[in-house]
């Protein structure tokens, strides 16, 4: 390297970490961008590796780092820097759609609340929100959130009685939808829960709404909703409050069935004719001079089907129909047919004549009167007629003020008849029947409703409502109370004792927000003031030539602001200064848009740039110059909003392409590596299942495993420590199948041995001990006596008890060589012989190997003669086994 292209060296490829640090911030060279991922992530200098991060701004990175990099302070600067980058609230964030995607694949639950919170966009918080599982934040975001829907998510989530009351209780005064909705929920779950007050007091509303819906007239889709929410309470529901609803449902049904108020009207009819003519036969069967016999019964049968329709009913007044017809009936049938005829002349003509002319003269007066009450009972009764039909029919139809007005005429009209006509009696019964219905029901539901409009106003100062909302709540519960005086026909000004208490209440409940609108006129004079020194600012900030376009901007904002605040002004002000603020809006528009074309332009080159990184071949190119765009793109400014995110749209795809292609390779890289992962797995499973087997493996297979997996070279710490617990594996196998060689021997003795003691212990026939020996392999090492004692056992000739001193020297020889401690009397003995070798290695002799030694003593065991004692001959066999297992 020459003198001057080393001292031309550029800063950022310093030894010095500082000089390094320094450069990788804040210089541009082109071979510096393009480097600074590698800088992030193997610079050996932690302040390097995280000035590199902060300048790429990379979610993808910065996630990567703030869990792998080897430094906690770079760790926590990339976890806050990820952090950032998906909430939105750095300046480098990718935009929304890409956060939402980013933040679905996170399962970080701490990141993920924190991004509930702190998002800019409510989009994103919701989108967090609904994968927060922390009841605490949950229940803070109800109040807490900027945004009514992520509030209203969160309230979706609550379903805590305790905590649905709090939040109803909290948003009281801050949030009146919250605060009705949690309420609701609250209410809902109490009834689910069968809470008896909960469900009174739903059922109450209920009734008190259908009964509005009744002095209101006909609302069907809201009658519906409301029977339905019935259907769901009305087994748990308080009696009295099930008979009010089934009252006021009835009545609300039949106001709005035309054929089946068309049927009673009809009914009613049929029993006034069915009636009057019961009673014309009656009268006719008193004075039989007129009709006879038959005629009276052929006009009684013909009321047969007439009677039919009210012979089943259950009420007063047709049972009494009924009975009346049966007396009839049997009272026309007991008639005689002489009674019928006409009476005999009387014998004294004159006597009869001048009764005749008596009887005409007296009928003749009677007459003229008659036809005079007759003609004023019939106009009167057609005009009570017309009136018992205008009531009922309003009553029918639910139209209560109506009813009110028709029954006021129908009662001065009775006072004026002297006499009820019969025709008419049924007829005016049933109306005053059902008018005393409705009446009572309307009365003590009105009275209700009264007390308790009266009830709200005397509460209404202590709700904290805004004195806005007071004075429109005062003045809805005047007009509620004015419908209800118009609906009972009651003077407009009545002055009862509730009248007065509620023209008093509205007096009080007011009297809090007067001053309030004293202070309201005073804040719109003020507010006049500061309107025309907005506009004065305005045309200011436009006459500039080269304006700050975000001032101008923020200019425009504030006089829309202005026009939409023009209620704050005086009223009086309010269309001129709108006028002003209009036209100085329109110059600031037509300025703003210039710039927003000038920014289209800059932006349209851009794109085209964008584009045209699709034709570069080096990939690590085309990144770098797309992160430069980017950057340009954000120097660039904002333009019309519609049409910079639609030039955002194919900028960020020609970018996305560029990324798009580095993520193809870099999934391919991943594919491959997955792919290798996959292969070292199958080698390290291979191995292990040889080295789970029963049977040596072939060494030619071990070498081909170990020569694959010396060539793949995985980096996987766990994989690595799989593979090598299988090769121990292979080694302990081994090392299992050589010890086993190394025992076979003393085992298959020890198989033999165990038929000889039951040979001579007689345990069992000749023939089954050789059976049983005939089965086991053939012994390996043994003696002239293992053979002589097990002939003469076979004999039925034991040989005599062996040596008790040699025998326990051989069970002390052989717990030497297995480490296991004699008991108490045997210790001394046993350093006695420890003392006889040890003499006799320094003598020169050397000591046989465990294998020989245990051999020999085995032998000698065998020579020393049968051994009765049980105790030695555990501890024989327990000193055996365990050398044995020491055999490596």
Known sequence: MSLARFFSKPRWQSKDATVRRQAVATENAAELVAQLGQFAREDVDAGVRLAALKRLADPSLSQAMAQDDRDEGVRHAARTLFTEL?????????????????????????????????????????AALKRVERTALILERVTGDSDASVRLAALDRINDETQLARISERARKTDKTISRLANERLHRLRI??????????????????????????????????????????????PQHLVVRYRNAHELFELSRDPERIARLRQRAADRVRLDAEMQAIEQAARHPANQSQAELQARFNALGDLHAGFADDNDDHGAALSVRF???????????????????????????????????????????????????????????????????????????????????????????????PPALRDALADVESDYAKIQQWQRWSDGNRRQQLCEELEVLPETGLH?????????????????LDRLEARPAQANEGIDRRFRALCHKAIAPAKPYFEKRDELRKQGSEQTGQLITDARTAVSSEAPDWRALAAMRQRTVEGLRALDRVNPRDRKNLAAELKQVLGIIDERISTQHAQVEATKAGLIARAEALSELTDTRTAISQARD?????????NGKRARDQAQWKIFRTAIDAVFGRADTERAEQGAREQQAFANAMAL????????????????????????????????????????????????????????????????????????????????????????????????????????SRLESARAGNPQP?????????????????????????????????????????????????????????????????????????????????GTLETFG
């Not at 964030?93 to 639950?109: G, Y």
């Not at 004195?467 to 709540?473: E, H, N, V």
Request: proline share 4%.
């Open 326 to 420: 049966t007396r009839l009936g049997a009272q026309l049938a007991a008639m005689k047919p002489e009674t019928l005829t006409e009476t005999q002349p009387d014998a004294d003509a004159e006597a009869v004549a001048r009764r005749d002319a008596e009887s005409a003269e007296r009928a003749a007066r009677t007459e003229a009167g008659r036809a005079e009450r007759e003609r004023k009972q019939k106009e009167l009764t057609g005009k009570l007629d017309q009136a018992i039909r205008e009531t009922a029919t309003a009553i029918a139809a639910g139209k209560s003020a109506e009813a009110h007005l028709a029954h006021a005429r129908l009662s001065d009209l009775r006072r004026a008849v002297p006499v009820i």
């Open 684 to 787: 390290c499973n291979e191995l292990e299942a040889i080295a789970s087997g029963a049977s040596t493996p072939e060494r030619g297979d071990v070498q081909r495993i170990e020569s694959a997996w010396r060539a793949l070279g995985p980096q996987d710490a766990t994989l690595r420590q799989q593979f090598a617990a299988a090769q121990n594996g292979l080694h302990e196998l081994a090392a299992r199948k050589e010890k086993a060689r190394r025992r076979a021997g003393f085992d298959i003795w020890l198989s033999h041995y165990d038929v000889l003691l039951r040979q001579e212990a007689g345990e069992s026939d000749a023939d089954t001990l050789d059976s049983i020996r005939e089965n086991l392999p053939p012994l390996t090492m043994t003696n002239d006596e293992f053979g």
């Open 86 to 126: 998906l909430a939105g609230t750095h300046a480098s964030a990718p935009p929304l759609a890409d956060r939402i995607r980013l933040l679905r694949a996170q399962d970080d639950a701490r990141l993920i609340e924190q991004i509930a919170v702190i998002a800019p966009e409510s989009e994103l918080r919701l």
């Open 801 to 881: 008890v062996g040596d008790t001193a040699t025998l326990r020297d051989c069970v002390l020889g052989i717990e030497q060589l297995a480490g296991i401690e004699p008991p108490e009397e045997d210790r001394q003995r046993r350093m006695d012989m420890q003392v006889e070798k040890l003499s006799a290695r320094m003598r020169g002799v050397q000591a046989p190997a465990p294998a020989t030694a245990l051999q020999e003593l085995l032998a000698g065991w065998i020579t020393a003669g049968p051994n009765h004692d049980a105790g030695l001959e555990m501890r024989f066999r327990r000193a055996v086994i």
């Open 192 to 237: 689910e829960r069968g809470d008896p007050d909960a469900i009174s007091e739903q059922a109450r509303a209920l009734c008190e709404e259908f009964e509005r819906l009744l002095r209101e007239g006909d609302r069907g889709d809201q009658a519906a909703t409301l029977a339905s929410a019935w259907d769901r309470i009305a087994d748990k529901a």
């Open 467 to 483: 004195p806005d909302a007071l004075a429109t709540r005062v003045r809805e519960i005047q007009a509620e109370w004015t419908a």
């Open 629 to 637: 765009l980017q950057k340009t793109w954000q120097s660039a400014g």
